[in-house]
């Protein structure tokens, strides 16, 4: 069975930069699917941030563009995000997720809460 | 402001039929398939339902959804109190991101 985990600090002070690292277990993430990030602020919806297809190719949400990278290592089965110059409004839970499409979330992680504050 | 329009509470009592829209436009539920979630207070979202009426193993029949032109609904039937969470329609829209909706808390009396 597919499972997500999330890891990552808890904690990233303003302009810094927001790095989170999803470890699979129980398939591989190089032989298919996109692999993602979604996150929920405090008491909001959700947000997509981006995927990364297993072949390399990725996709992410124009209002963060300029600052999101999503990388792969298949070696450890993980995939990470990075996340640049954070502000407040980047406070949020953070999921993992794998899209059998880019129109479907089949499999989310638990999510891990990271605060932006000095 | 959420790409998609969902009606931010509904309510029903237990046993009844509750119906979720979701609008959209012609560059995105227009043109792709829509899916939705189903989400606990402190807990990661559940796929419900994937290609406008696919429900994935495990899901009840009491799911529903469908999809017309630039919207799509989500129906429940029978409703339960364990239905009380907040559900989220979703799609891919052609500025080459998914796009969710605010989300609509369903409340069961």
């Known amino acids: 069975q597919l499972q997500l985990q999330e890891s990552g600090p808890g904690l990233v002070k303003p302009s810094e930069t927001l790095s989170l690292t999803c470890s699979v277990s129980?398939?591989?993430?190089?032989?298919?699917?996109?692999w993602g990030w979604i996150r929920q602020a405090p008491g909001k919806g959700l947000e997509w941030i981006g995927a990364r297809y297993y072949s390399g190719s990725a996709y992410y949400n124009p209002s963060l563009n300029s600052r999101v990278t999503i990388s792969a290592d298949t070696s450890k089965n993980q995939f990470s995000l990075k996340l640049r110059s954070v502000t407040a409004a980047d406070t949020a839970v953070y999921y993992c997720?794998?899209?059998?499409?880019?129109?479907?979330?089949?499999?989310w992680g638990q999510g891990i809460l990271l605060t932006v504050s000095s | 402001q959420s790409v998609l329009t969902q009606p931010p509470s509904i309510s029903a009592a237990p046993g009844q039929k509750v119906t979720i829209s979701c609008s959209g436009s012609s560059s995105n539920i227009g043109l792709n398939f829509v899916s939705w979630y189903q989400q606990f207070p402190g807990t990661a979202p559940k796929l419900l339902i994937y290609d406008n009426d696919k429900r994935p193993s495990g899901v009840p029949d009491r799911f529903s959804g469908s999809k017309s032109g630039t919207s799509a609904t989500l129906g429940i039937t029978g409703l339960q109190t364990g239905d009380e969470a907040d559900y989220y329609c979703a799609t891919w829209d052609t500025a080459l991101t998914e796009v969710f909706g605010g989300g609509t808390r369903l409340t069961v009396l």
């Open positions: 129980g398939g591989s993430i190089a032989n298919n699917y996109y």
């Open positions: 997720v794998k899209q059998g499409a880019l129109v479907r979330v089949d499999q």
